[in-house]
Structure formats: C-alpha cells, structure tokens
C-alpha cells in the first residue's frame, strides 16, 4: 500500500489525530466517556494504521521489540505498584485516599495513575500483537 | 419510546448479519460481516445507555479484532472447506440449548425495569456516594479504577499474559538479525 | 412494553446460538474463533441489557438527573472487550502456528494428518 499516494498522505494528517485523541480520551476519562482501555486501544490505532501502510519494518523502527516489551510491563508495574504504595503509606492496597492528605485528591491521583498504567499496557500488548501478525507476513 | 424502537431495529439488524457470517464461505467477507455486526453492537450500547462500553466496543470490535483477522487469513487462505455432509447434528444441539436458555428467560424481570435485584444490591451505592467519595462525574471511571481496583487489576494481568502469550507463540524477530540469520 | 419485555434477552440468546452453531459446526479453525467473537459479543449485549433502566441515564453524574443505569455490567464488560481481544489474538496466533507446521486450518485434514502419523 505504500504506493498509494491518497492513503499516506492521508495517513500523516490522520494519524496525529488519532494519537490526539488518544490523549484526550485517557484524561478525559474522569469527566466523559473514555478511559485507559479506550485509550490504549485508540492510541494503538494509529501506530498500527502507519504499519499497514508504511510497512511494520519501519514500525519497529519506532516500536522495537525491546521497547514495547519494557511498556507492556511497565504499565502493569505502575498499577501494582500504586497499590504498593498506598500500603507504604498506611493504607489497605489500592486505597487510593493515602496518596494525599485530602482523600478525594489522593482519589484522582490515584485513579490518574492505574488509568496511565492500563493505558501504556493496553497500548503496548496491542502493538505487539499487530507487529506479532503482520510481521508474519514478510519471512514465510 | 423512539429508544426501544431503535433498540428492536439494531437487535434485528444483528440477527441478519449473524445469520449472514454463517452462510458466508469466504473468510474475508466473513470477516467484514463480523466488523459490522461489532458497530452495530456498539451503537446498541449507545442506546442502552452504555457509552464507555459503545466506544471501547468500536474501537476494539470494528478496529483491532477485524484487523487481526484479516491479517489471520492473509496468513492461512481465504476460503473456507464446504462441509460434506448436512449438518443436522449441530442444529439439534443448538435448538435444544437455545430452547432451554429461552426457557430461563420466562423467569426474569421485563427489560428496563427499575426495581429488580441487579440495581438494588450495589449500584446504587456507587451512583449515590460517588461524587464524595471519589469526586469524579463518570461513575463507570470511578467503579473501575477506584471501587472495583482489585478487578481491573486482574484484567490487565490477563491482556499482558495474552501479549506475552502472543509473543511466545509468534515472536518478533529483530529487524537488522533476520536477513543474516534467514538467509 | 410488556409484549417486548424479553425481547432482548431472545435475540441475545439467538445470536448467542448462532455464533455456537459456527463454532461447532465449522471445520475452519478462523471461522471457529470468529463465531466464539460472536457468542462472546452476544454475551456483552445480555450484560448492558439488564443495567438498563428505562428513563435512565449514561452513568455520568449530572445536575437534573435523578435516574442513572446501572453502571456496574458497563464496567465488566468494558474490561472484558479488551481481555476478550486479547484472547482472541491468542488463539489466532495459535492457528497461525498450526498452518505453519500442518499446512491446513481444517479441522479433519488436521485430524487425519495426526492418525498417519
């Protein structure tokens, strides 16, 4: 698909978007609808759109195995790990109103973080399945 | 009213396209007749005043799963084998278990009732302490990271076993390794 | 309302049955998995079925709003399309595997692969 001159150049001003919206969906979640799953979905979206049409060697040239491997922990480890802390800091595990002397603040903080982590995990496994697929296609 | 009007329309819209991913033998359109039976899905889930599961069901049904599985046949061929002889078998084990699901229903509560055991026990005391308690309007945000944290937390470990899973099974090779090692 | 009162529940179990129907009677191992995505999206329709309360809400706390559906099924089946999605990656990449070292998606040509062995 690379040769498709109307889908890469529409692909570049879609894929920002994309990763925008993203974004907005992750920390919008509080107020609206959207969250760290949708977030991670949609966030995968766009680098999955640019692999279909630019080819997954120059993915992983963005996403390299080794990279998307440390995300998909990372984002488990920081959801853990907030339960940790609130355990470190007195409280039962995930009890997010340690995490600040106001508990509704600590609240947010908390949410703010297990949302962050759900969405790089999210994000990262989908990539990885993608790259895990299409990247199939090229050595058979 | 006009809610339940759509709602019967878009669940009879689903019938068909379920119906059609049975008769269809190419894998490929099979898989679009499943994109589209995830929108509608999805937009059933709108009605229902689910939004956060509408926009994780469109993102994921329509988007994600119809990518992977064209990238599934793309790898295995498109055309499915047409079975050889007349399956009565299955249709006798799925009329019987349908029969006997359908028999289930006759007990529950009619569709949209307010006062039923599913929203006495716990919701309303998520709906009701909520804003004092976590102080965020998306009660749906606050059940899953704050109430329900444990639950959410289990989730997630489940999607990474999948991608570890994947990777397992699959595995990526290094992009500069595999022309020298491939030959 | 009464006459539709269990419509939903009816047509949830009808496509719950048809996506039964491909897994068992199918002897492709795609179609196999994407008639389990079926049930699976069928059992998220009964799940958001019974959360809904007529005259209700989306579960987003407002001023003038009084009557919310129940937002606890939203939550489970929120996070389990994303698990459901990740399982399903599973088992295509296990079917891929299978094609790679049987040459074959079909269940009997598998089958029979096996017994000549």
Do not use: C
Not at chain 2, 128 to 146: C, F, H, Y
Not at chain 3, 17 to 44: D, E, P, R, W
């Amino acid at each position: 698909m690379k040769d498709n001159q109307v889908l890469r150049v529409v692909a570049k001003i879609m894929i920002p978007v994309i990763l925008l919206f993203a974004f907005y969906v992750q920390f919008h979640g509080d107020y609206g609808p959207g969250g760290g799953f949708q977030a991670g979905v949609i966030f995968a979206a766009g680098p999955i759109l640019y692999g279909l049409i630019f080819g997954v060697e120059r993915l992983q040239s963005v996403f390299t195995i080794v990279s998307l491997k440390i995300l998909i922990a990372a984002g488990l480890l920081l959801f853990a790990g907030v339960g940790f802390a609130t355990v470190f800091l007195g409280g039962d595990y995930l009890d997010y109103d340690q995490l600040n002397r106001d508990p509704i603040l600590g609240q947010h903080l908390g949410i703010l973080l297990v949302e962050l982590g759900v969405g790089i995990t999210v994000a990262a496994v989908m990539i990885t399945i993608f790259i895990a697929f299409a990247g199939r296609q090229n050595h058979r | 009213m006009i809610a339940e009007i759509i709602n019967v329309v878009l669940l009879g819209l689903l019938v068909i396209t379920a119906v059609a991913a049975i008769r269809l033998h190419d894998l490929f359109a099979v898989v679009m007749v499943f994109g589209i039976y995830s929108f509608l899905a999805a937009t059933v889930f709108v009605v229902l005043d689910a939004v956060d599961v509408a926009f994780t069901e469109a993102a994921v049904g329509a988007g994600i799963s119809t990518i992977l599985m064209l990238a599934t046949i793309s790898l295995v061929g498109r055309w499915e084998r047409r079975p050889a002889h007349r399956p009565f078998l299955p249709i006798l084990v799925v009329v019987v278990t349908g029969g006997a699901l359908v028999y289930g229903t006759l007990d529950m509560p009619n569709f949209g009732e307010q006062s039923t055991p599913v929203h006495e026990h716990i919701a309303p005391y998520y709906l009701e302490q909520s804003k004092s308690d976590i102080g965020i309007p998306n009660v749906v945000t606050s059940v899953l990271a704050s109430y329900r944290g444990y639950d959410t937390l289990g989730e997630l470990t489940v999607i990474f076993t999948a991608g570890i899973g994947v990777l397992g099974i699959l595995g990526i090779r290094r992009r500069r390794e595999e022309k020298n090692s491939e030959g | 309302m009464s006459a539709l009162g269990l419509y939903n529940y009816w047509i949830v179990i009808f496509l719950m049955m048809t996506g039964f129907y491909v897994v068992i009677s199918s002897g492709n191992l795609v179609k196999k998995i994407i008639g389990l995505s079926l049930f699976q999206a069928s059992v998220f329709i009964l799940y958001i079925s019974l959360g809904k309360i007529s005259n209700g809400g989306p579960p987003i706390l407002r001023e003038g709003v009084e009557l919310y559906s129940n937002p606890l099924p939203h939550v489970l089946i929120l996070t389990a399309i994303v698990v459901g999605v990740s399982t399903t990656a599973l088992g295509l990449s296990l079917v891929v595997r299978i094609k790679e070292s049987y040459g074959a998606v079909e269940e009997e040509e598998i089958h029979r692969q096996d017994e000549s062995l």
